[in-house]
């Protein structure tokens, strides 16, 4: 069975160039249920995004702050040198047998998140 979530909606930057950092809360990821083959969707739904966003893993069952980890395979940097003010849609597969996984967006000075979309 295939699980499909919306992990962080409607982020907009104050457009003030503060630079800021968001972390969402914790998600179940295919190590939770015991699924063998760890593969991971993330779709990153982004307008006008100046900023990284990637997302994080940990194996353990109830994390402390230092349990967590990148996962570099899903990692985005916008600079939105074009001026784009549309939506942009970014896909990444991570695989592993992740415990809960987690978005983070840092770094970011400018545009909007529109929705990050968990799939596994």
């Known amino acids: 069975m295939a699980n499909s979530e919306i992990i962080l909606s409607n982020q ?6 503060t630079v800021e950092t968001i972390t969402s809360e914790k998600f179940k990821g ?3 249920y015991g699924r063998s083959d760890g593969l991971h969707t993330v779709q990153y739904t982004t307008d006008g995004f100046i900023g990284t966003i990637y997302m994080q893993g940990t194996l353990a069952v109830d994390p402390s702050d230092s349990d967590w980890f990148e996962l570099p395979s899903t990692k985005q940097i916008t600079e939105d040198l074009d001026n ?6 970014f896909i990444y597969n991570f695989t592993g047998n992740y415990v809960w ?12 998140v529109a929705s990050i979309l968990l799939n596994h």
């Open 12 to 17: 907009s930057h104050p457009g003030d160039s």
């Open 30 to 32: 295919d190590g939770y």
């Open 84 to 89: 784009d003010t549309g939506n942009d849609a």
């Open 101 to 112: 996984v987690r978005a983070v967006i840092e770094n970011w000075t400018d545009g909007a």
